[in-house]
Each structure stands twice: as structure tokens, then as C-alpha cells.
């Protein structure tokens, strides 16, 4: 069964950090490019990032020079290191398995709320 688990939300003040993890497992993680979407309270859900099966990453325009994504294939996991933060992070964030462009697993979530 594929499981993918988000972990490392919490509240964290304007300009701070947090890292978010989401372990993989029920399939090889390898070959697999993984990404980060959020859906903040009352919109839709906004792609983050994504990393691909070689460790290639590409950024929203909204995160670029904030936001790293990287992936550990031993550890069948999947990071996101955030600073910089700022309100409009706040969101339930995801990370999702892409097959041939479509996200075809996801993780429960985990909220990051960013407040003074």
C-alpha cells in the first residue's frame, strides 16, 4: 500500500523556518518525482515545488529563493526546508507521487500557519 507522511508543521512567527518531511513507502521511491502542493484557508491548492527522479527541483514563483526541496532516496523521503515565512504560508501542505505528470498519491497534511 502507498503511504506517503507528511511530518514538521506547526506555528512559527514572520521570517522564521520550519522543515517538512514526508516519508515514503509501499513502492520504490527512487524513479519517482515528488512534489509539494499547499491549499491556504479558502483557496485552492497552489503547486510549491517539485523534485525530480535525477534531484532536478523547480520552484512556484511565489517560494523561489525561500523554499529547497531535496529528497534522501535511502531514507525514502522527501523534505522541504521553508524560511523566510511569511503570513501568506500559511496552509495545509502536501506532498504528492507524480506519475507521468499526474499526482497520483497524497499525504494527509500538515498545517503551517505563520503569525506573530
Known amino acids: 500500500e502507498v503511504q506517503l507522511v507528511e511530518s514538521g508543521g506547526g506555528l512559527v512567527q514572520p521570517g522564521g523556518s520550519l522543515r517538512l518531511s514526508c516519508a515514503a513507502s509501499?513502492?520504490?521511491?527512487?524513479?519517482?518525482?515528488m512534489t509539494w502542493v499547499r491549499q491556504a484557508p479558502g483557496k485552492g491548492l497552489e503547486w510549491v515545488s517539485v523534485i525530480l527522479s535525477g534531484g532536478d527541483t523547480y520552484y512556484a514563483d511565489s517560494v523561489k529563493g525561500r523554499f529547497t526541496i531535496s529528497r534522501d532516496d535511502d531514507m525514502n523521503t522527501v523534505y522541504l526546508q521553508m524560511s523566510s515565512l511569511k503570513p501568506e504560508d500559511t496552509a495545509v501542505y502536501y506532498c504528492?507521487?507524480?506519475?507521468?505528470?499526474?499526482?497520483?498519491?497524497w499525504g494527509q497534511g500538515t498545517q503551517v500557519t505563520v503569525s506573530q
Open positions: 509501499g513502492f520504490t521511491f527512487k524513479p519517482y518525482t
Open positions: 504528492t507521487r507524480n506519475d507521468w505528470g499526474t499526482a497520483d498519491y
